[in-house]
Each structure stands twice: as structure tokens, then as C-alpha cells.
């Protein structure tokens, strides 16, 4: 084996990438094909059929090891523990059929420019494309840098700037040829597989041809009842096994063939828009997007005007989402990169529903974007493709499984060997000998063992398939009743969807006023932070409906104020034709203005953890309101305007379990365009405004469920992106955390100046630090436990920001540790986002204290076990 790789070309496919391949060229020889055909007919049939299970073991009979270039054969094996082997055919493309039409030659200047990998891949003067396809994805040779790669999507390497510049105006007819024939159809085809494909390759598992062997051999010994019985009981497996398969195959099928036939409007260059099928989109191309409920049939990126998504197909949220175009910036960065924000809300994802297009004045009425990527490339198409391929899981079940049958091998082989020396020694006729020698590998490992298993599995699907529970891979089935460890998401899982607004906490130069409560049906005076409820939300007006997070609809609703859209007779500088506006209700009074224009947004983002919206008052400030987490919104606050009382009065209501917005604003200058507005420039020197309260109560089930997981001795650990001592309200509300247990709250902070990185926490409720540092300062924990006491008395609570420290600055001695935790606890982190509680159970680890560590490669983390 090692032979082969040493000779051929080594490369990897999807480099970087979570479905990273290593690839292995290969040449066909006639003879060795020979040689293997004879030993086919020579072998009956067995040689084929373990080239089957072991397609690598085909490859290295026939083929000789050879370079990637020269390659006709390509083997892939996967990068994961289990290296499982594939092989793929070479094939060529010929642009040849393009020549008679559009005159295409070799020094043609769209073949001539090698700036993106279609380019590249042509081979001259012949015109030809090396490509293999690989899990649906389509990979062609790159002649300039020889490598396999992707297409079917824009390059990541391509910035704003080239994106407008390049694509902005469309392509050219020839451009979208050459696209099309390299990149192939737009399509997310999922074929329908024949049965008689589906019973082949069930039929063909080694379970039921060492089955069928079985059965041989009984019949020749006139065994006839039980081989009879084992046949039924095989052939009614193998039935239900396609059945089920075939079923499937339809649905998937059907779910998926709408996406091919959607009419889209293309602008090409000089050439106009044109109506055309979505199959034969290819990445580049501009789309023209009209009116609404429009269907994507590809990943588009937004580069004019607005759009308000329903994501909900593929996020299964139903809030809308509102995209903002990708701005044209002198930078060279990679476009996914030249922001702080999440590039994902410039990109209209395929699959979607387009529910709104809004133009901007810059456009004359249209919204475009460019098509980014196609078929089996896009967000559905990966989504689809994880259905058809999923990832194969090591459980330990399954490595149980097999060291139990490779014991049972192991006694048929040794009662095989025994009864070949007994029978021999009693003089028995070789044919007997033979017989009852295989009869004892039969009766050791049990023929009628997948039959039983693919059965319960199927019970299983069916009683499943009764409550509304779908699986995608029955096999895991059986894996589900060794389930230790259940994670919950916070908001609308644990607790209600909708969210109660309790009240609004006004704040001044003074500090923090009143509580100005909404119960009271008073309504908020006028100022700055009734402007910022009214305004600094992502709500949308459709079909006379306000729609959009519940959040932002909640506080909306609170201000009494009403939403409309400008129409043709709105005419203030600087506010485009169509601007949603929120204007007062007329039973309102002492309200100075007659509403206020939403010019702009920077819409939420989870990892910013915060919204900013440009606003005119209809004669009046055009505004900035910022909306998000306390913390991060007071950080783009003059210092001077945030409460000294700040943190205490964020902990007053988070302790209670409510979930606390923060609102800010400033003054911008009326001599500047909106879309000339950096981020940067418009979240800076804040004025602090006041904190939002709102409830979010739990749902009726939760307790229940949560006590009947905690009494079959299941974990269950929260993960949230809200506040940690909300979350830690919550948890204990739910019953996650009992009253007679504590939560200790780990912080770590990031090297400042010449202090080194350090943790310290604390019980949350005593409010006490202990800081790791130069003293040797523990929390004995030991003392505490109480003997009768539920198992695992502590907790903890950790962010997103404090573990990324911790795996930074403490991994050598301190990640063991975690995973120790994982396994054994309830411990959980999600590192990406911001504020997560990471509910640690502890009940095996009497953890005394913590420990420094020095060394030349600097601070290190250890926790010593008691």
C-alpha cells in the first residue's frame, strides 16, 4: 500500500476545508485489466465482488501510480480516522463545440486571461478541461498550479471592488458559455435510484452473501427447515431495507426538483435583461431582482439596493432577515473579509424566499446581485449533500459491534480448526470433513444477525416515524438510547418565543432614572430614547402586516407609533422614494415631529452583538440609534455618559431572569450620504441613553422535560447567547440547577501591557473573586458537598470570550482537563459567540484548586483533582 502513494502524485482536494480529501493519481494498464479480468472468471465472481467493498484494492490491480497530471484515475481517501477510499474517474471537457460559434481560439482574450481558476483549467491549443466529479461537486484540473479544484463559484480571493468592477455590469454571452459548459448546470438534481440498484448493493453486504453461503451449505447438508426460514426472514429484510431506501430516494427528489425550473431575470452585458431558466445560471451573472416573494435558485451576492429574507428553510427560523448590498471599497481584502460584520448578510442564499426588494435611488429601481454560487456549491445544495453523503460517526457502539463479531471470528475459527483435526483423525471423506468444518463458522456467527437487526431498526423508523420524528440514517437509531448529554438553546426552547416588554430604565447625567413601566398603559414621553423604540429595529411592512423579530416588534408596539412606506409624492433631502417611515399615532401628543425616515441599517449580527440604524426626523436631526448587548453598547459610549451604577443596575435585572437591551445615540451631520456612512465612523462617541427590560418566561413543558432527563441520569447543559447571569437565572427557574446547588463563574482576561493573561471566579452568589495569579488562591469545593446532597453540586458559567483566553494562553495543562469534564459533566461551549452558558456537573471531580504552572513557553493552566 505504502508503495503506491510513494510513486504516485499526493495532493489534497478541499484544502483547509471540513471535507478535506487526500488525492492519488493513477494511469490504466491493459495488461494488468487483463490480468484482473482472468482472475474474475478464474475466482467465480469473488474477485469482483471484494473489489466491490474495497474499490482502492481495484485501483492498485489495475493501475499504476503516475502523476496527477497524467492521471486517467483518481483515488480519494478521507482525511478523518476512518480513511475510507474512493476512486473517480478522469473526463474531459471539450470547449471545441463553443469554436464554430463563437470563433473561440487560443489566443482568444477570454482564454488568454488566467485571472480565475475556468481559465486556468483550459488546456491549450487544444481547449480541453481534465475535470472528475466528487460527491456531486464538479473539481477541474488547474494548469498553473497543478491541483484539483472547485468550480461552480466565485473565487474567495476576489475583493469589493473587483466584484463590482468585474461583474457589476453582467457578463458577455461567451463568458456565460464557457461558464456553463466548465461549471455545469445550476441544478441540485437528486436522481430517483432504480430498485434494482438499491437491491444489488443491499444484496451485495457481506452479512447477506456470508447469508447465502449459509444457506448453501445447509441445503447441501438437507438442512432444509431453518434455511428456509432464514431465507424468508432475509428476503423480507432486504424488502423493507429498499422499500424504506426507494421512499426516501422519491421524497428527497420531489422536496428538491422545484429549484430547477424558477424564471430569473439576467442582465448580460450588451445585451440587456433577459428572462431566463435558473439551470442555466452560472456564477457571475447578475441578476435583476423585482417586486416580491421571489425564490432563489442560487447564493447571490447583494451588491445594489436592499432585501428582506425569510431564512427559515434554511435556519428554520421564521424572522425575517434584512440583507444589506456588498459596498464597493478601494481595499484589496477578500470581500468575506473587509468587514468586522458577518459577510453572510450580504448573500442572498439559495433556497430562500426574497420577501422584499427595495431599490436604492443609485439603481433607478432595480435590485442586483451576483450570482456567487450554483447547483450543489450553494447553502441547499451542501444542505441536500450532507443528506446524500452524511458523515460517517465513530460511536462506540458500533467499535463494540465489531470486536464482538471479530470474536465471534476468532471461536469459529478455532471450532473450525478443531473440528478439522477431529473429523480427519476419525477418517471421514474430505467432502465431510469440509462440511461440518464450514457448518461450525455458521453456527458461531449467527446468519440470521443483520436480518434481526435491519428488522428492529425498521420497528424502530415506524414508531418514530408515528410521533412526527424523521431520520435521515437509520443505523444511528440504535445509538440514541446511549444518549448522556442533552444541550438546550435558551430563547424560544426553554422559554417562550415571544418575549414580554416589562419596562424601559431612562438614564441621564444624573444616572439611571425611574422605571418607566408599559403595564401602566402610560406612554413613554418624547426624547431621544422614545425616537430609538420607534426607530432602531429590522421590521419590515408586508401586505398592511409589521413583521420581524419578536424582540424589535414587542418594542415597537410599546411606543403606540405606526409604519408605513413613503410613496412617489415624499420629497426630504437626503430620504430616497419608498423609505420605510414610523410616524406617531394621532391620539399621541407633545410629539415635535411628524415622523422619522429609516435612511440605513447595519443589521444585527450575533458576533457584534449589536444594530445600528441612520434616521431623519421629518424636519428635524438625522440620527444614529444603536441597539444590543449592555456591555458592547456601552462600550461605544462616551464614558462620561454611562451611569457610574451601570453594572449593578445590569445585575439587579439579570438577576431576576430578564433579558436587558441597551439603547445609545448621536447626532450625524446632514452633509453626508448615507451609504458614504462607515460603521466605524457611526458607532463612535455615543451618547448613553437607557436599558431595556423584557420578560421571557418559561414554557410550560420545560420543568418536566428537564426532571425527567436529570432522573434518567441524562446531563443537560444550556447554551445561549444572552447575558450569563440571566442565563443562570433561567437555569435555575427550569430546575437545570437546583437551589442547593452553585455556580461558579469563570472569567479570563487577554495579555494587557506587561500582565500575562489570567483567570479568576467566582461563586456567583457570594459575589467573591478569587484571581488566579501569583498566590496560590482555590475554591475547596470538597468542603461544601453535602453527603446527601444531589450528584454533581456545582456548575459552571463561562463565555465564548473566556474559554477563547483560556484555550489561547492555558491549552497544554488545562484542556485535558475540560475534556475530562466533557466526558464526564455536563460542559458545553460554543467559542463563536459571545456570551454562552457553559453549565459544567461535575459530581466525579472534587476539584480543590487552581494551580499556576510556569515555563519557557509562558503561563499555563492546572487543575488539580481532589
Known sequence: MGDHFEKGQHALLNEGEENEMEIFGYRTQSCRKVLCLAGSIVSFGILPLVFYWRPAWHVWASCVPCSLQEADIVLLRTTDEFQTYSSKKVVWIHLSTLSSTFGLTPDHPLITDEEFIINRAITKPDLKVRCIKVQKMRYVWNNLEGQFQKVGSLEDWLSSAKIHLKFGSGLTREEQEIRRLICGPNTIDVEITPIWKLLIKEVLNPFYIFQLFSVCLWFSEDYKEYAVAIIIMS?????????DLREQSVKLHHLVES????????????AGVQELESRFLVPGDLLILTGNKVQ??????????????????????????????????????PWKLQSEADYKRHILF???????AKAACSTSGTVRAVVLQTGFNTAKGDLVRSILYPKPMNFKLYRDAIRFLLCLVGTATIGMIYTLCVYVLSGESPE???????????????????????????????????????????QRINVCGQLNLVCFDKTGTLTRDGLDLWGVVPCDRNGFQEVHSFASGKALPWGPLCAAMASCHSLILLNGTIQGDPLDLKMFEATTWEMAVSGDDFHIKGVPAYAMVVKPCKTASQVPVEGIAILHQFPFSSTLQRMTVIVQEMGGDRLAFMKGAPERVAGFCQPETVPTSFVSELQIYTTQGFRVIALAYKKLETDH???????????????????????????????????ELISARIRTVMITGDNLQTAVTVARKSGMVSDSQKVILIEANETTGSSSASISWKLVEEKKHVSYGNQDNYINIREEVSDNGREGSYHFALSGKSFHVITQHFSIS??????????SSCFFFFSWR??????????????????????????HFSWQLG
Do not use: W
Open 834 to 859: 459571545p456570551d454562552l452558558l457553559l453549565s459544567c456537573n461535575f459530581s466525579d471531580f472534587a476539584c480543590s484548586r487552581f494551580q499556576q504552572v510556569q515555563d519557557f513557553s509562558g503561563p
Open 673 to 707: 450620504h448615507t451609504t458614504s456612512l462607515t460603521r466605524e465612523k457611526v458607532e463612535s462617541d455615543l451618547i448613553f441613553l437607557g436599558l431595556l427590560i423584557l420578560e421571557n418566561r418559561l414554557k410550560e413543558e420545560t420543568k418536566p422535560v428537564l426532571e
Open 814 to 823: 488545562f484542556l485535558p482537563v475540560l475534556t475530562n469534564f466533557l466526558r
Open 432 to 474: 465431510e470433513v469440509v462440511k461440518k468444518a464450514l457448518d461450525v463458522v455458521t453456527i458461531a456467527v449467527p446468519p440470521a444477525l443483520p436480518a434481526a437487526l435491519t428488522t428492529g431498526i425498521i420497528y424502530a423508523q415506524r414508531r418514530l416515524k408515528k410521533r412526527g420524528i424523521f431520520c435521515i440514517s437509520p
Open 350 to 356: 439559495c433556497g430562500t424566499e426574497v420577501i422584499q
Open 259 to 270: 429549484h430547477n425550473s424558477i424564471t430569473v431575470s439576467v442582465c448580460g452585458k450588451n
Open 296 to 333: 432563489m435558485p442560487c447564493d447571490a451576492i447583494l451588491i445594489d439596493g436592499s432585501c428582506v429574507v425569510d431564512e427559515g428553510m434554511l435556519t428554520g427560523e421564521s424572522i425575517p432577515i434584512t440583507k444589506t448590498p456588498l459596498l464597493k471599497t478601494d481595499s484589496l481584502v
Open 235 to 243: 428476503v423480507i429484510s432486504i424488502a423493507l431495507t429498499v422499500y
